[in-house]
């Protein structure tokens, strides 16, 4: 092979440039060989086997379109690829993977990202084993306003409520908003999966209730959007710049959530005395808590008795062993873990003498209508099992005194008539029979002489 002077090489090369930065290969006789052309977008020297030894970089232009981004490229050669870096500004560079299209497509969208975030985006060429320098980064600001804004959570007592405004652009129909949520496990053991809220999917509120959704102590992210719905589909063939069935970008909250980051309140609380004793009960604590009380003699400082602690499920506590006549005061906090809220009012409650169970109003009337049955019952039994000889038996009629008999033998006789007992048969006869016999009884007339 003839070996050409450089300068002849470099005058050809300049010739063929446009605008890349002009490289120099050896060639194996230990000149050089012409620059050549193989294709718009890369140029490079010929090796022996006809390969591109040098690849440029693309040129790439970057939009934002339906809350995404769409990236487009030019000058590339239709049988290498495109590998596309994305990433938030101000985090690092290469920290999730590249998305990588063939060149051939020339258009690229990236959806699912955040509104009212600016994101950075570089390219480069990959031709087998060749890789062309990268793009310099373009960083473009998603912000259509169809996304929801002001994406907040409210965290009372272990419940959790995420809250966030409408979007700015105008929707013919009522919005529906979806939600999801991904976990430090879904994150780190799979692949960044992202889980949809059940209760918020296509609501048209503007909350949701994700206590049952986050049920670790792990850093959770969270993620809304909307779309805006046709009235019917007939709207939404005939119309095609309507804004039926587009959805928005996911709109995060900043920063993660943790559930640890709850507000605890004071318990809502209620001192009663009971059996010489006291009664608090609680309200509005997480059922998952402790409560923390502390009971001590007014007049006294606070503090110098351990606290009582029960289970914010108990809801009850009786405080019992203290001071006839003694006011107490009572006070009362939650307790979750590291977390504790702010203590209640104290409440001061005079303990009453304790009397006697039987002397009371309840009991009094209880032993006397067990007396009153038992009265009755022995009355029924009298009159219904002792007969008139057993009466006798049992109940001796005293004698008259003889103030009272009156004088004579008049009294005897009445005595005597009542003990004797007169008694007479007594035939009963048919009217004929008595007639018959009569007869037979009556005497017969003399003869007449």
């Not at 928005?248 to 943790?258: D, E, G, K, T, V």
């Not at 640890?260 to 059996?275: E, I, Q």
Request: with cysteine.
């Amino acid at each position: 092979m003839v070996t050409k002077p450089e300068s002849d090489y470099k005058s050809r090369h300049s010739a063929m440039a446009t605008g890349s930065e002009t490289q120099t290969a050896t060639a194996p006789g230990g000149g050089v060989e012409p620059s050549l052309a193989f294709g718009a977008g890369w140029r490079g020297f010929a090796s022996p086997h006809g390969r591109p030894s040098v690849l440029t970089a693309p040129r790439m232009t970057v939009s934002t379109a339906g809350g995404g981004l769409q990236v487009s490229f030019e000058e590339a050669p239709p049988t290498a690829s495109i590998e596309v870096e994305v990433w938030k500004r101000g985090d690092a560079p290469g920290q999730d993977l590249p998305l990588v299209v063939p060149a051939e497509q020339k258009l690229l969208h990236v959806a699912d990202l955040l509104d009212g975030v600016e994101y950075c985006v570089r390219a480069r060429v990959l031709l087998k084993e060749l890789r062309s320098p990268d793009t310099r980064e373009e960083c473009v600001r998603v912000a259509d306003g169809s996304a929801p804004a002001q994406v907040r959570m409210d965290s009372v007592n272990m419940k959790h409520i995420l809250r966030w405004l409408p979007p700015r652009a105008p929707c013919r129909t009522p919005r529906r908003y979806s939600v999801q949520f991904q976990g430090e496990f879904e994150l780190r053991h799979r692949n960044g999966m992202w889980l949809d809220s059940p209760e918020c999917q296509d609501v048209t509120r503007t909350h949701c209730d994700q206590t049952l959704d986050l049920g670790s102590d792990s850093d959770y992210n969270i993620r809304v959007r909307a779309r805006c719905a046709s009235h019917s589909a007939s709207d939404s063939a005939s119309d095609s710049d309507s804004d039926s069935e587009a959805s928005s970008a996911w709109a995060q909250l900043s920063p993660p959530f943790n559930r640890n980051h709850t507000v605890l309140t004071a318990p809502r609380m209620t001192v009663s005395t009971a059996g010489g004793g006291l009664q608090v009960s609680f309200e509005e604590a997480p059922p998952t808590a402790s409560i923390e009380v502390e009971v001590w003699k007014r007049g006294d400082a606070p503090g110098q008795d351990l606290p009582l602690v029960v289970p914010a499920e108990q809801k009850l506590l009786h405080v019992a062993d203290l001071l006839d006549g003694v006011e107490y005061c009572v006070r009362a906090r939650v307790l979750l873990k590291e977390l504790r809220s702010p203590d209640t009012r104290e409440e001061c409650v005079r303990v009453a003498v304790a009397q006697a169970s039987w002397k009371s109003p309840a009991a009094a009337g209880v032993l006397t209508m067990i007396l009153m049955a038992a009265v009755a019952f022995a009355a029924v039994c009298c009159v219904v099992r002792c007969r008139a000889r057993r009466c006798r038996r049992y109940v001796h009629k005293e004698a008259l005194p003889p103030s009272l008999l009156a004088e004579g033998p008049t009294p005897a006789l009445l005595l005597e008539a009542e003990e004797e007992e007169l008694c007479a048969d007594v035939q009963v006869l048919p009217k004929k029979k008595k007639e018959k016999k009569e007869e037979e009884q009556r005497p017969l007339p003399d003869a007449v002489g």
